[in-house]
């Protein structure tokens, strides 16, 4: 008799099941009694005693043809659960999509097998039409109660069941066959750093390559070279808006192989890639961050493109970080972990310099192309507020000459706040406390928080005056003030105009094609796009990460302004950049102009070790909401009262920055320590939260590792 732990669908625990016929393994999908009703479950592990006192039910059969995870899946899948103090139910609504589910689904099989010459065969088969298969719901359409057990009586059909995973009928190709064995041209610099991270015992890496220096070759090349031993990679990107180029790149190199993993996808297509990927038949996984939990064989890389991204963590439900799960993964896999970018996280670059990661540097940009020379202007001097002299004479150049233009203004929609200019009255969400943006090609008002819509009418809600101000500048705002200037083909890009089906895709190949001379973009476009044609980029306003008081704010500007800036001059073509600002005087500018990310860390590692933040100490941020005001404020200090301990630094409860979404409010309570001390105190953490886990009017989130306290 074998004894597993299950985690049983839409619970919150491990419940104890028992194998009599010792026929199911760890990280098996299978159907058990849960309450008198059937319930899917996962094997998760074994009990470490088997003296139980209560009865044991006996697991009943395995999911039809479901694939399995293994062992060390379901050990990744335990640590993520514990380091991010996750629910069982909120992990595995990760790796089953959004729904959380499986869905069992019968059909009925004719026999084939049979030599039968009645008609009631006869026509049976001409019934199926050359199908081997009929879903149930058709099939008992067609025939009665009675005609159906007759059948099966006689065996002329069986009845099947299949999840949402099982296999499509289509021909499966290896891809092996499709793999573009020719080398990827590697220059003396690649070379060095692909036999680096090949031939070397390390597990880790960090390679710090200028934009554009052809990282991406590096990371094509290893995966060739896995593949080649029959090993699979992961391959993520920071942002859905990168696929499309990387799909094609990858394409090309291993042909159908590849499977395409991000949150845009079908559930069915979803399904569809992770049975490819547990049979093996893909073994190159490209993905945003839920892609790390990928089912792959035979892992031998996992490579997370502009690391530094804080895409790359989950704000909701499971608050995982990519990155770490990566790390995590890859110590149970005996595989490695590269990380690249040309403005590496402080903490990535901190572990580098202390050798956890082995430091890799790319100081020159492929094929011999220049950096652009980037060129800072206070608007504080300049009469028009959108555009500075320097910027139109440039974007002028650029088209007379052929060229292509980005610009990036971090701000979605027209205008951020309005204003009644006869009673004052601002325009603000009633459920969030957080001003409407105004979206002029819709016409309407949007809370960009809860989402909410109102109808754009032109008038004040308070006193019906007609005038208003529109204040605070969005990039529908610069679209339309630079087409009264220059009257060319423009696309804009940003989280609003990306929600059309296959925006991503045409986007880029409409760029690429030069059907559009200019793009405006929100931080979306700063995110490794290669265009060779785009000699200048423009930064509409530097400000406006700086302003967010937060720690990272000096770093994710420095990050921001250097990423965006590699995307000028990244063919034969020399770039400039044009980055416009009302903080001129500002360092983090000074380190943009030269692109001295050492001398921007240097400083920058100073004031962290200075103030005790991360990479120095770890940091674990609570949570409370609530729709009831009062209640909330005194449950806050009820809660920081009793979690409370010598070992960690407490602060709060404090009000979040916006008070109010979606008609919750919300308070934070920030704990800062140690990493050992961290890693004790969660135990004690989970402990003290457990009793207010039947709080039905309050919610509370735990956030390890945020990286954003807003």
């Not at 009865?55 to 043809?65: P, V």
């Not at 220059?187 to 090949?198: A, C, G, M, R």
């Not at 690391?307 to 149970?332: I, M, P, S, W």
């Not at 910027?391 to 990036?408: F, H, T, W």
Request: glycine share 4%; charged share 30%; with cysteine.
């Amino acid at each position: 008799m074998n004894y597993y732990n299950l985690y049983v669908e839409g619970t919150n625990d491990l419940f104890t099941y028992s194998d009599s016929e010792k026929i199911f393994s760890i990280g098996d999908v299978v159907i058990v009694s849960f309450r008198n009703k059937e319930k899917l479950a996962f094997i998760i592990s074994k009990p470490r005693e088997t003296n139980f006192s209560f009865k044991i039910l006996n697991i009943k059969r395995k999911m039809e043809n479901s694939f399995s995870y293994d062992e060390t899946y379901m050990k990744l899948i335990l640590w993520v659960k514990e380091y991010y103090m996750a629910s069982f139910s909120s992990v595995f609504s990760i790796l089953r999509g959004k729904k959380g589910k499986i869905k069992e689904i019968e059909q009925y099989v004719i026999n084939l097998k049979i030599n039968d010459d009645s008609l009631e065969y006869k026509e049976l088969k001409k019934y199926f039409k050359k199908k081997e298969e009929i879903k149930s719901i058709f099939f008992e359409k067609k025939f009665s109660k009675k005609e159906i057990e007759n059948l099966l009586e006689k065996k002329y059909v069986k009845i099947e069941k299949f999840t949402l995973e099982k296999e499509s009928n289509y021909l499966k190709v290896n891809f092996l066959d499709e793999l573009n064995e020719e080398n990827t041209v590697l220059n003396v610099e690649q070379e060095k750093i692909f036999k680096s991270i090949e031939n070397d015992t390390k597990k880790n890496y960090l390679i710090k390559g200028i934009t554009g220096s052809g990282k991406t070759e590096v990371y094509i090349a290893l995966m060739k070279s896995a593949l080649l031993k029959g090993k699979s990679s992961i391959f993520l990107v920071p942002e859905i808006s990168l696929t499309p180029q990387m799909i094609n790149r990858f394409q090309k190199e291993f042909g159908n192989g590849v499977a395409i993993l991000h949150s845009k996808m079908l559930e069915k297509e979803r399904d569809r890639e992770w049975t490819e990927i547990s049979s093996g038949n893909k073994k190159i996984v490209l993905g945003a961050r839920s892609a790390i939990f990928a089912p792959v064989k035979n892992l031998a890389y996992i490579i997370i493109d502009e690391e530094h991204e804080t895409t790359y963590k989950q704000d909701n439900n499971l608050r995982y970080h990519a990155k770490y799960v990566a790390l995590k993964r890859a110590e149970l896999e005996s595989a490695k972990v590269i990380l690249g970018s040309a403005t590496p996280s402080v903490e990535s670059y901190y572990y580098a310099k202390k050798d956890v990661f082995k430091l890799l540097e790319m100081n020159n940009r492929y094929n011999g192309a220049e950096l652009p020379v980037v060129e800072i202007i206070d608007m504080k001097k300049e009469e028009n507020q959108y555009f500075s002299s320097k910027l139109l004479e440039k974007i002028q150049e650029a088209l007379i000459k052929d060229e292509q233009v980005l610009l990036m203004l971090n701000r979605k929609g027209y205008s951020t706040y309005l204003q009644c200019k006869d009673c004052g009255h601002v325009e603000e969400c009633s459920h969030c406390s957080i001003k409407y943006s105004y979206y002029q090609k819709e016409g309407k008002l949007r809370c960009n928080y809860c989402g909410i819509v109102k109808k754009y009418t032109g008038k004040c809600s308070k006193c019906n005056s007609n005038n208003l101000i529109h204040s605070g500048t969005g990039v529908e705002k610069i679209e339309e003030e630079l087409k009264k200037i220059f009257p060319v083909e423009m696309i804009r890009v940003d989280s609003e105009a990306s929600k059309e089906k296959d925006f991503h895709h045409n986007m880029y190949h409409d760029f690429m094609d030069k059907k559009y001379k200019i793009m405006i973009g929100t931080q979306m476009i700063t995110k490794g796009l290669h265009f060779p044609n785009v000699t200048l980029v423009g930064v509409i306003n530097g400000d406006t990460s700086l302003s967010f008081p937060d720690f990272r704010a000096g770093e994710k500007t420095f990050q921001l302004m250097t990423q965006v800036s590699g995307r000028a001059g990244r063919g034969e073509k020399k770039g400039n950049v044009i980055i416009q600002t009302y903080q001129e005087e500002n360092k983090i500018f000074k380190d943009v102009i030269t692109a001295n990310y050492n001398d921007f860390y240097s400083k920058e590692i100073e004031e962290r070790q200075l103030l005790n933040y991360p990479p120095f100490s770890r940091i674990i941020n609570i949570g409370i909401s609530s729709s009831n005001e009062v209640l909330l404020e005194q449950f806050a200090k009820n809660v920081y009262t009793n979690i409370r301990e010598d070992s960690v630094e407490i602060y709060g409860p404090m009000p979040s920055l916006v008070y109010k979404v979606k008609d919750r409010y919300r308070y934070n309570i920030l704990i800062k320590g140690s990493r050992e001390n961290i890693i004790q105190y969660k135990k004690i953490l989970k402990e003290k939260l457990s009793k207010y886990t039947n709080e039905k009017q309050i919610k509370i989130v735990v956030d390890v590792d945020p990286v954003t306290l807003i």
